[in-house]
């Protein structure tokens, strides 16, 4: 039994891996770009172990895909392959478009011809599920209620309008080919092998290195908080009794401000890892916000629990202080990803604001 992973040496992705061989133990595909944001040694704890295969490459190259599925006859695949950053997708759109959009449809493609020549058993028991952001959304007015899978898709930003296309060809493949998907949404994501371009891998950095910890605006745009390792443990659950052409939403049942955010990991640094110069919330510093940044998300998250049984095991406390100390204690894994490319980023995003 084989699954085939895209975009497995990322951070939600590789996760996923190590959650799978752990949980699960059936040998897994990993196919990544190895991007900016893909990295190997996120993988290091199964380097050898024979049920990973890792294979350099991307989805939108069909004829490695049409190779890879005919020799590994996977019963599932799960997507995880994205641009992901909405600042940088504002910068430059264009890898957005070409990943998110035109990727997931090869992918879709290569899938719908490979599962049309499967058996009638290993067709009925096929799945595509694509790992999707509760970014399509859009923006919640402060007081309403959190995103159910009914909402109205309402994107804001080039990676959400990205994502929301990829949804919507996986759920046009479904209705007119058949073929068998799931698609979830989870909501923002932290824990170990955080590419620390987001807030919460960039504050513990920046704060670590005594650097200023750059706030958007006021600081008082919310999201709900969900620790990887849960977001692994659900889209098993969704593989394994999700129903057909349907959409889970995935969330830790934790809203909160970027600034509460920000507090809480200043907080826990001064406990973990004082600094002689003083209070870690001294750093902070309110930058101009983001262009269309959406204000409040918040996750409803009763459908997967109501038909799967699935819940977060960590709380928001439980869970950051967890990512802190992975960081603390990982600081070769921060110097490898933090390189020139990484430093050219931040300066472009940061400085002139």
């Not at 049409?66 to 950053?85: C, G």
């Not at 070409?98 to 719908?112: D, I, K, Y």
């Not at 200023?212 to 849960?230: A, E, F, I, K």
């Not at 209070?279 to 204000?295: M, S």
């Amino acid at each position: 039994m084989t699954i085939l992973v895209t975009g497995g040496a990322g951070f939600i992705g590789s996760n996923f891996v190590l959650d799978w061989l752990a949980a699960v133990g059936e040998r897994v595909i990993n196919l990544d770009a190895l991007t900016y944001a893909g990295n190997l040694h996120n993988l290091e704890a199964i380097a050898g172990d024979t049920r990973h295969v890792f294979v350099h490459g991307d989805i939108g190259d069909r004829a490695l895909l049409d190779r890879l599925l005919a020799e590994y006859r996977p019963r599932a695949v799960l997507n995880f392959a994205a641009e992901s950053h909405v600042d940088r997708s504002i910068h430059g759109p264009g890898d957005f478009m070409r990943t998110n959009v035109l990727g997931t449809f090869t992918l879709l493609e290569a899938v719908r011809g490979f599962w049309s020549g499967l058996d009638d058993a290993a067709k009925a028991a096929f799945r595509f599920q694509h790992v999707s952001t509760d970014e399509v959304y859009g923006s919640l007015a402060p007081g309403a209620p959190a995103f159910t899978e009914a909402h109205a898709y309402e994107p804001n930003s080039p990676y959400a309008a990205s994502k929301a296309a990829s949804d919507h060809l996986v759920r046009a493949w479904h209705h007119t080919y058949g073929l068998p998907v799931l698609t979830t949404h989870g909501s923002n994501n932290y824990g170990p092998f955080h590419f620390p371009e987001k807030l919460i891998p960039l504050v513990i950095v920046n704060a670590l290195a005594g650097k200023p910890l750059p706030v958007y605006g006021d600081g008082q745009q919310v999201r709900d908080w969900l620790y990887v390792r849960d977001h692994a443990s659900a889209l098993r659950a969704v593989l394994a009794g999700g129903r057909i052409g349907e959409t889970y939403n995935i969330g830790g049942w934790n809203e909160m401000t970027n600034l509460e955010i920000v507090h809480t990991i200043c907080a826990l640094l001064d406990e973990l890892r004082p600094d002689p110069a003083g209070a870690y919330r001294r750093l902070i510093a309110h930058v101009a916000d983001r262009p269309g940044h959406d204000r409040r998300c918040a996750i409803d998250a009763r459908k997967i629990e109501r038909q799967l049984g699935w819940r977060p095991a960590e709380t928001f406390e439980s869970g950051i202080r967890k990512t802190v100390q992975w960081l603390l204690d990982h600081p070769d894994w921060v110097a490898n990803v933090q390189r020139g490319s990484y430093r050219d980023w931040v300066a472009m995003n940061y400085n002139a604001r």
